[in-house]
């Protein structure tokens, strides 16, 4: 029963938002390549349509891996952020995403936090 | 120090963007052998990812087709290819400057950036209908 229950787990969504006043944290998969990045631009489409949404914070904790198919994901929402003045931040890269981030400039647009709450409050 | 007999794998997947771990995690495997650091390993994988995400999204427009990885170790030198019999390009070097893509809007542009920053060596050998064959080439241990 245990197992069948970790298994169903595996199956669930990979991203997960979170939103916190008009701030919305995307928790990132394990694995952020173009194959776990397909659904998010609809999904982050359909959550700023549906709510206003003035900040995005990346959260990197689970993030082991991360490709260009990742950067253009980040660089996508950084600019419709970015377009309506508010600020786009992420915490949690471990060295493999943090060597890829330094590569596509990420750090020079978003700002780098040690931890989420460090990131919520700015 | 002796010398070491080269080594080699080859492995054909389905065009399939689930396929796209497979392959970085089947190369880093093979690369391990040659006893690389943890950065060489994410050297590696991502490179790998690169190309193969290419000939999925570009090579074969997301559809069916069949995508070569090879590997072989020389002494501390990885060669990996990736190969695919897709759309092709007709001008490799435009599809390899930096923040160029066919597909303005999801994707960034940096694919290639990506693998010539992580790999020391890389070339494309491209044309239209006739598909596309990435090969990388980085020394393991310095």
Redesign the interface.
Known sequence: MQNHYKEEEKLEPSFIYEAKEHTLIIHLPR?F???N??NL?YETDLLMAENYISGIIFDFTQTR?M???G???L??RYKEIHAGGGKVSFYGAC??VM??LK??GIPALMKEYDCKEAAIFG | MKVKKREFMSMKMDSLSENEEFARVVAAVFASRMDPTIEEIDDIKTAVSEAVTNAVIHGYQEKEGIITLEAAVEDRLLTIIVQDDGIGMADVEKAMEPMYTSRPGERSGMGFSFMEAFMDQVEVVSAPGKGTTVTMRKKIGR
């Open positions: 694995e390549d173009h194959h990045c397909r631009k891996f490709d260009s198919s950067i253009g994901i660089l996508n060295p493999q060597r890829v590569i596509a």
